[in-house]
């Protein structure tokens, strides 16, 4: 059962310094709208894994390659602006400690900002995304543990106003990936408690700050 440190949105303080170590954890999570040297600190400090997904306010991460630690561009070797040693989940399956993670990054297009979706190109990615699954279940027989977004669901926990309406395409997302958990960012608690909501079978967890989390290998928290 591999504990996690999900964090987003908002740095705490107390993590950015010798602090974090009283977290023992097997993997941190990322949903999105750090600073990418914050992240670079936890992992360095924890000395784990770090998987994460873009927010709206993140640096456009698209386009990027990496071949054999050669981070590429249109072809052209170029300096990867995300955090170091990272792994960028957006629009992809990845297995990290025991654990088969999905990813959707970004928000609802509300500017001309990077890591904004129309509801249309969302749900085009997210059928990518269920693909990769798919592809995955078939060869493995293993499905999704934890769907990571940067956005809640439409009328999952999200806002009223414009900038933090959830996204209706995650809820056709998790009813094929079946995930135990769906961890997001993007909807600031402003002091007021976010509680989880549930979609199905499935555990909708805001994790603006920071949350640790034991999670079973049907992804549901402890």
């Not at 954890?25 to 709208?33: K, M, P, S």
């Not at 590429?72 to 990845?94: F, L, M, Q, S, Y």
């Not at 190109?121 to 060869?139: I, N, P």
């Not at 509680?195 to 909708?204: F, N, S």
Request: aromatic share 6%.
């Amino acid at each position: 059962m591999p504990r996690v440190l999900a964090v987003a949105d908002e740095v705490v303080e107390q993590l950015w310094t010798e602090q974090v170590h009283r977290h023992e954890v097997d993997l941190i999570v990322a949903a999105g709208d750090l600073p990418f040297d914050y992240l670079e600190f936890l992992a360095n400090a924890l000395d784990r894994p770090l998987v994460f997904v873009p927010g709206n306010h993140d640096t456009d991460l698209s386009g990027y390659a990496n071949v054999r630690g050669l981070w590429t561009k249109a072809g052209v070797p170029v300096r990867w602006p995300g955090p170091a040693g990272a792994v960028n989940a957006d629009e992809r399956v990845i297995d990290v400690a025991g654990l088969r993670i999905a990813g959707l990054g970004g928000s609802i297009r509300y500017n001309e900002g990077p890591n904004q979706w129309t509801e249309r190109q969302q749900a085009r990615r997210a059928r990518r995304v269920s693909r990769l699954a798919g592809w995955r279940r078939l060869r493995d027989g293993r499905g999704v543990d934890v769907l990571l977004t940067h956005s809640p669901p439409r009328d999952c926990g999200d806002e009223p106003d414009a900038p933090h309406r959830g996204f209706a395409c995650l809820h056709t997302l998790v009813s094929r990936l079946q995930p135990g958990l769906l961890l997001h960012g993007h909807i600031h608690p402003h002091g007021a408690p976010k509680p989880d909501r549930q979609l199905g079978d499935t555990r909708v967890v805001n994790v603006v700050g920071y949350k640790v989390l034991d999670v079973s290998a049907s992804g549901v928290p402890r």
